[in-house]
């Protein structure tokens, strides 16, 4: 049968989730400020430091859907669902080297947005449009994979109804988000994410050190998962080598193009708080690697998938899930007491909230600074901006809301994993141009059309005859069997690294040939001192300084 509702799980999720909208709410007076200015609702004023910006990014990428889709991923297939551990790793250095230099060209010239930067560095509104638009399309699913974080929660308190009732706990969560983001901006999850990044590291180790004992420690969570199922991976094996290294290099470097991590980032006080939670951070992949353990333990608790389950049955002690995503409610609905499932569940809905807030904010900076301002109304005021980012913001949750209540969550899904290989495209204009002006600004958006179609078309041709799109994608033989490298490795590798290695190839080549017949390619509206990162006003400030 489905989880009844408990009134002290209950009880207790309704209580944290009562304290981080009043804390939403406040956070408008929090280092007041004129939040009719996008630099104030959109980046917060660019004031945060060390610990509010670990906080903000934290709470920012490791999200409700990781928590409940990285434990359920290695439920479903083990080991390779471990790829989100090195990625994350690797993603930290790109960060400490990169980013404080997006950081102080873009306080030296106003940037709100990646794509700022692009039209001042290359002086071209088509590629800064088309970094834009990548963003929102790329940022929309992740928004919605928000709520699905949300709706499996719900389903775990037992709050499933019929019809428009079955919805309602997650409109109302949707309204309430709504109004602190429209109220306080980039303030709301940036307090939020205190709240909620602490709740998550006392869930993480309550689960990873009560679970095993238990189940009678690592080494029997270990034996009992591969009893309950044998066909599940314990290690990565030379068919998933080439597969597992390019997707967890390729989501590196994707990561912090997004336009919510770009946000985080972009909010610091100086690119030396850049530098320091890219050492920090790695503390949240410790956690990250913890949490993928999970998916062990479901298996060895002996959780199974009956897709004809309405999100989670219980038996006794015995748990059925729909699909792997209700893996981890279902976990703590079995192991822990009823007090202790309204706080864990609490966590995943605030892990939720601060994500999706700062997403839609992200989105919002885009369409305003980028399309709106770009293209519509060049001489709008500071106001003009914050009012209609504000309004986007809204417009950008609510298409998640519709797109989660009535299209079916595994579209979600694969949106997502389309987007990551979308932004991914993103990486030459943003990332190279930080550090040259080589690349010709028409071979960059030939370049990023290419892999754009490139990275697609790979998706859905690996994804024939799925139900679901793969991001692998498999170089054949002429026989149409898979090429093998060192006579023992097949060459399947993430589409969106191919497709961004073509999209970089092509953006040189065409620059050779386009600076070499000297087709004009703009005036760069940054000096080479814009991008002196260790050099900033003020004296250096304390860890505490926050």
Not at 26 to 44: C, I, K, S, T, V
Not at 51 to 62: A, H, M, N, P, Q
Not at 480 to 504: D, E, Q
């Amino acid at each position: 049968m489905q989880p009844a509702i408990n009134v002290v799980s209950l009880a207790i999720f309704l209580v944290l989730f009562f304290l981080v909208t009043v804390v939403g709410f406040l956070a408008a007076r929090w280092r007041r400020a004129d939040l009719n200015h996008l630099n104030e609702w959109g980046l917060g004023g660019r004031t945060f430091g060390t610990v509010v910006t670990w906080f903000l990014l934290g709470g920012d990428l490791y999200t409700a859907y990781t928590f409940v889709a990285v434990p359920g991923l290695v439920f479903l297939q083990g080991a390779p669902g471990f790829f989100a551990v090195p990625y994350t790793i690797i993603a930290y250095p790109i960060v400490f080297i990169v980013f404080p230099r997006l950081w102080a060209v873009a306080k030296k010239h106003g940037y709100i947005t990646s794509a700022d930067f692009v039209a001042g560095r290359f002086q071209s509104r088509g590629l800064a449009l088309a970094v834009a638009l990548t963003g929102i399309l790329a940022t929309m699913p992740y928004i919605a994979l928000q709520l699905v974080g949300i709706q499996v929660v719900l389903t775990a308190l037992g709050l499933q109804g019929k019809g428009v009732l079955a919805d309602l706990p997650l409109i109302i969560a949707f309204v309430v988000l709504a109004a602190y983001t429209y109220t306080s901006g980039l303030r709301a999850p940036a307090l939020i994410a205190l709240i909620k990044d602490l709740l998550i590291y006392l869930v993480v180790i309550v689960i990873i050190i009560a679970i095993p004992l238990n189940l009678g420690g690592l080494d029997a969570v270990f034996k009992l998962a591969h009893q309950h199922a044998p066909k599940v991976a314990m290690t990565i094996g030379a068919a998933g080598t080439n597969q597992f290294w390019t997707l967890a290099l390729g989501s590196a470097l994707a990561l912090f193009l997004y336009p919510h991590a770009i946000t985080g980032v972009l909010s610091s006080k100086d690119g030396r708080v850049v530098k320091r939670n890219a050492a920090f951070l790695t503390a949240y992949s410790l956690m990250l690697g913890l949490l993928a353990l999970a998916g062990f333990m479901g298996l060895a608790a002996g959780i199974t998938v009956k897709p004809s389950v309405a999100g989670i049955a219980a038996n006794g002690s015995s748990y059925a899930v729909q699909s792997s995503n209700y893996m981890m409610p279902a976990l703590i609905l079995q192991q822990f007491p009823t007090w202790f499932q309204g706080v864990a569940f609490a966590a995943i809905v605030i892990g939720a909230l601060v994500p999706a807030a700062i997403m839609s904010i992200a989105a919002a900076n885009l369409f305003t600074r980028n399309v709106y301002t770009a293209y519509f109304r060049s001489n709008a005021t500071p106001a003009d901006e914050a009012r209609v980012a504000r309004i986007v913001s809204l417009v950008v949750k609510l298409g998640a809301l519709v797109f989660i209540i009535f299209i079916p969550t595994a579209n979600a899904i694969n949106f997502q994993l389309l987007g990551g290989v979308w932004i991914l495209q993103t990486l030459p204009p943003v990332v190279i141009g930080l550090y040259t002006r080589f690349l010709h600004r028409w071979a960059l958006l030939v370049g990023w059309a290419v892999g754009m179609v490139a990275g697609t078309w790979m998706v859905i041709s690996a994804s024939s005859g799925s139900k679901s799109l793969i991001s692998a994608f498999t170089i054949r033989n002429g026989d149409g069997s898979p090429l093998l490298l060192f006579g023992k490795y097949p060459a399947t590798f993430y589409a969106g690294l191919i497709a961004v290695i073509l999209n970089r190839g092509v953006a040189v080549v065409l620059s050779l040939v386009l600076n070499a017949v000297r087709v004009p390619n703009g005036r760069d509206a940054t000096a080479s001192d814009d991008y002196m990162h260790d050099v900033v006003s003020g004296p250096e400030v304390a860890l505490t300084g926050d």
